[in-house]
């Protein structure tokens, strides 16, 4: 018998645990699993605002919305807008961050102040800071303009020429957007991760007469692989499903159109219920598929860098 | 001359370029921001490329506060950040503590859901809960809004919180414990007073995803303009010709100032309460 009371303490651990951890999971299934389950059905039946009462959990269940979404004009563009903004956005911002970090690393006198700095664009609301490079970069009275010989509308020109080649000038400014807004959320993680290294190598590689491109190359990068994989798996996600920044600063139009805005646009505008759940559907399967063709790749990788 | 020195000698006059070009990039267009909205909206026409303002005016803050609302958007936008703040740290804390230091049946499975939720895209879960809060009619509510970011932020939270209670002797806990202390004054008496550093990070991160939030705010606030907060007031107004440029600028400057206030009084709190978990991870 003497197993007996062990055995209690030990239920009566799990139970005060299931119960202080029951808020937390009750409101998680509440606003964010079941509306997810609910999402998934509303992709298979015909759902908008002035039917959704009639439309119950055994209601009629059909593939049409996504042959509608997926043969609607506009959509494999906005999948490749979408694909290219995410990659250049992501890699952009993590580069920035990277070179940010190290040149951020060692004390100079005004750090403190630099680095505040650098972290204001992820800080400061999206709105404000949207309006701000809208204002910014307005052809009439935008500071930008006014330093350039010919005013370029780069919130509004689908394509522009520059040195002769044509160049999407609203999504390129999307882009730089992005890489400005989030290369501080790159920079924050490079830079604990730089702080916690530990000196010696790099010291036993200046002894060994190694230059900076070398101690960068073979010393410092191999330590942050992890982190800078884990950064791209994180930004590529948020990215990919973003939806502020680009609505912002565009509406989505002049050739920057993603499939978040899409979503939108179904929602709100034309009131399909179904159609907008079965585009963000599809939205979130190929973020999956891209994901797991990530880590196939490059996780097995970054596993012999360590 | 060797490659060494060569690249030192590069890297000594390129990192000073980078730290002012990067200085530039952040700051200017804030500074920017600034000077715009002091500025008359004529003068701004007349002379886009000047930097300076040649005579300051507070109109455009007088005008966006009482005459465009803004008043009433910060209230909404402080009740929203508040409640946010208060509701999830009441449901985190136990929630981290009993993933921190219990073990219970599905502990290592919550681990995965908090992860979901974390990188779940917003505008595939902004759809049903668009339609639930429509028939429940809570659109145009500031408490659907709240119960929204709460949702969203916990998993988080209790994920940062964890990380810090680990951190907690368990002798400390054991001490209280034999003292007489039941669990949650346990929890209540030392655990917290303990880990304030990380509450207030917590706390920060909450408040300024609550006062920073767009998409939902525009999803289900937008038919009332009453209970818009500003940043959706700043994205509606911002449509519409009437109001000059420099008065948004106003209302720009009155959305970021509480955050980036907030962000300095506690910077080195939440940057690493935020990438705490990314060393292990």
Known sequence: MSRTPARTLRQQEGRAGLSLI????????????????????????????????????FGHYTLENFGYVVSEPGFWSSLVNTLVYTVAGTGLSIVIGLVAALALRDRFRGRTLVRASVLIPYVAPVV????????MLNPQYGIVNTWLREPIAFLTQAKGEFLGVQVPVALLTVIAFEAWRYFP????????????????????????????????????????????????????????????????LTGGGAGTEVVSVRVYNFLTSRDDIGAAAAQALVLAVFLVVFLAIYLRFFAGGEREQR | MSRDRFERGL???????????????TAFPFLYMVTLSVRDI????????????????????????????????MRNSAIVAVASVAVTLLIS??????????????RRQVHFLFLAVYLFPAIVLAIPLFVLFTMLGLRGSLAGLILVYIAQTV?????????????????????????????????????????KPALMATGLYVFMIAWNEFLFALLFLVDKRESWTVSLGLSQLAGSIEIPTTVLMAGSVV????IVIVFFASERLLTEGLTAGAEKG
Do not use: H
Request: aromatic content about 14%.
């Open chain 1, 22 to 57: 029951s808020p937390t999971l009750v409101i998680t299934l509440a606003v964010v699993v079941v509306p997810l389950l609910w999402a998934i059905m509303l992709a298979f039946q015909d759902a908008r605002l002035i039917n959704i009462r009639r439309t119950g959990v």
């Open chain 2, 255 to 258: 959305l970021t100032l509480p």
């Open chain 2, 155 to 195: 998993p988080v939270t209790v994920y940062m919180l964890r990380n810090y209670f680990e951190t907690v002797p368990r002798s400390v806990e054991e001490a209280a414990a034999i003292d007489g202390c039941t669990r949650l004054s346990t929890i209540w008496r030392v655990v917290l007073p303990l880990s």
């Open chain 2, 93 to 106: 804390i136990p929630g981290a503590y009993a993933v921190a230091r219990l073990r219970f049946f599905g």
């Open chain 1, 185 to 248: 959320f790159a920079f924050l993680f490079i830079l604990a991760r730089l702080q916690a290294l530990p000196g010696e190598l790099d010291e036993a590689a200046v002894v060994d007469g190694a230059t900076p491109t070398q101690r960068f190359r073979y010393v410092i990068m191999p330590q942050l692989w992890r982190t800078v994989a884990l950064l791209s798996v994180l930004r590529f996600v948020f990215t990919f499903t973003k939806f502020d920044d680009v609505y912002l």
């Open chain 1, 128 to 135: 404000a800071v949207a309006f701000l490079w809208e204002t």
């Open chain 2, 11 to 25: 890297l000594r006059v390129l990192r000073p370029v980078v730290i002012l070009a990067l200085f530039l990039a």
């Open chain 2, 42 to 73: 004529q003068e701004l026409i007349l002379d886009p490329g000047s930097l300076w303002p040649e005579r300051f005016t507070l109109d455009t803050y007088v005008d966006v506060l009482t005459r465009q609302g803004f008043l009433t958007f």
